[in-house]
């Protein structure tokens, strides 16, 4: 092998080798591989032999020593497998479907590649998932409602592909869900009001879109909310006054839709809110004087709204 004697590559090869001897590691390197697994003596030795990592270590290291070509099929067979974490490097094609087999898996980080293909069905047969990221690749088909029978899962992000289709209701079903990353896809329908189910989210983005119809009051039961950015989409209708429930916001980007009615004075009401952004809607009439009590303001956008752009100062009330 060409890398043989690079040192960055010899780091890569002996820490890969660590992880497979070891029963958990954690070590950042030029781009960061860990794999987790808890697997007997025989199947570690039997992993380790096969060798099947060998070929995806660039020949020419000189930039980085991501792992380039295809995730084997073989990957199937390491059934004890509980952490996969093999983003940010050079991966491309599908995701073989004998992942599915890894029923053991928590972690599975494959983001920032180069897969294409679909978010397989078979990832619903993961059932100890807890973290799901599968951002910034170029995965198209639709968001597959199988997705919902991941009920452990924490993080799930899809963020940043060519995905399509609706975003299925199934998702309400992923209670212990705490971060939704969707923005960046061309999903459309609406919003399902199922989401109002997932009680522990603290990050909701399904910005840079295409949903349409409105903004569903269930989004007001999200009491752990701390960020919600739904911007870049065809939302219509108002804003709901249920958004005035949700305590723990810290940003709040509404922003390109086209929202109309005014602007809620509920808004006032989230004293911890320290990022608001509404503007490019038709959205209308007075900002409310509860906005100007907000105790940490750091952004205040509400420009573009109507046909004129506001500049607001602390202590005024300004119309428009
Ligand atoms: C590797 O992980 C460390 C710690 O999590 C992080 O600081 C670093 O940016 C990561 N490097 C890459 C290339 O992802
Ligand atoms: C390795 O890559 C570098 C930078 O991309 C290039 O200059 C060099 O010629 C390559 N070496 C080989 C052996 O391909
Ligand atoms: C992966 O990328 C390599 C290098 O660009 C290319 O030769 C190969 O055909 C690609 N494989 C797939 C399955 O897209
Ligand atoms: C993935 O991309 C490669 C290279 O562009 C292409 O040949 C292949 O058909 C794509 N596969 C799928 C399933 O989209
Ligand atoms: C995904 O993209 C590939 C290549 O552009 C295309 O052939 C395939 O039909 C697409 N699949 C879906 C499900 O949209
Ligand atoms: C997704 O996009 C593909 C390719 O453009 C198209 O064939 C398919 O009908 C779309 N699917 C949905 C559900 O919109
Ligand atoms: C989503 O877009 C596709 C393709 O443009 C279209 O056929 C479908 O009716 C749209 N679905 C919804 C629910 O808007
Ligand atoms: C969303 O857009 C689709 C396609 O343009 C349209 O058929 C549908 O009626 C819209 N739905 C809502 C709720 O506005
Ligand atoms: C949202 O837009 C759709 C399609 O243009 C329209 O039928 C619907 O009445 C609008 N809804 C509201 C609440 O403005
Ligand atoms: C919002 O726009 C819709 C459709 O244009 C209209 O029917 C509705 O009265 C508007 N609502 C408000 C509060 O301005
Ligand atoms: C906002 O716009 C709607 C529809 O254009 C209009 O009926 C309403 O009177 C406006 N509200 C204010 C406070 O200007
Ligand atoms: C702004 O909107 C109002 C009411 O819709 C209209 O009368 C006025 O001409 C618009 N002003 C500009 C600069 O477009």
């Known amino acids: 092998m060409a890398c043989g004697f690079s040192n960055t590559c010899r780091a890569v090869i002996v820490f890969i080798w660590a992880a497979l001897t070891l029963l958990k590691v954690h070590v950042a390197s030029a781009t960061n591989i860990s794999i987790h697994v808890a697997a007997s003596e025989i199947e570690r030795q039997a992993l380790l032999n096969s060798g099947w990592w060998k070929d995806r270590i660039p020949h020419n290291t000189s930039d980085h020593c991501g792992w380039v070509g295809t995730i084997p099929k073989e990957i199937g067979s390491l059934r004890n497998l509980e952490s996969l974490d093999l983003s940010s490097n050079?991966?491309?094609?599908?995701?073989?479907?004998?992942?599915?087999?890894?029923?053991?898996?928590?972690?599975?980080?494959?983001?920032?590649?180069?897969?294409?293909?679909?978010?397989?069905?078979?990832?619903?047969?993961?059932r100890n998932l807890k973290v799901l990221d599968l951002g910034s690749n170029n995965l198209n088909g639709t968001v597959p409602k199988e997705i919902g029978s991941l009920r452990n899962l924490k993080v799930l992000d899809l963020g940043?592909?060519?995905?399509n289709g609706t975003i299925p209701k199934e998702i309400g079903s992923l209670r212990n869900l705490e971060w939704l990353e969707l923005s960046s896809n061309n999903l459309n329908g609406t919003i399902p009001k199922e989401i109002g189910r997932l009680r522990n989210l603290e990050s909701l983005d399904l910005s840079s879109n295409n949903l349409n119809g409105t903004i569903p009051k269930e989004i007001g039961r999200l009491r752990n909310l701390e960020s919600l950015d739904l911007s870049s989409n065809n939302l219509n209708g108002t804003v709901p006054k249920e958004i005035g429930n949700l305590r723990n916001l810290q940003s709040l980007d509404l922003s390109s839709n086209n929202l109309n009615g005014?602007?809620?004075?509920?808004?006032?009401?989230?004293?911890?809110?320290?990022?608001?952004?509404?503007?490019?809607?038709?959205?209308?009439g007075t900002i409310p004087k509860e906005i100007w009590s907000l105790r940490n303001p750091k952004v205040l956008e509400l420009s573009s709204n109507l046909n004129k752009s506001v500049q607001p100062k602390r202590g005024c009330e300004l119309e428009f």
């Open 90 to 126: 050079n991966l491309n094609g599908t995701i073989p479907k004998e992942i599915g087999s890894l029923r053991n898996l928590e972690l599975l980080d494959l983001s920032s590649n180069n897969l294409n293909g679909t978010v397989l069905k078979e990832i619903g047969s993961l």
């Open 160 to 163: 940043s592909n060519n995905l």
């Open 262 to 284: 005014t602007i809620r004075k509920e808004i006032g009401s989230l004293r911890n809110l320290e990022w608001l952004e509404l503007s490019s809607n038709n959205l209308n």
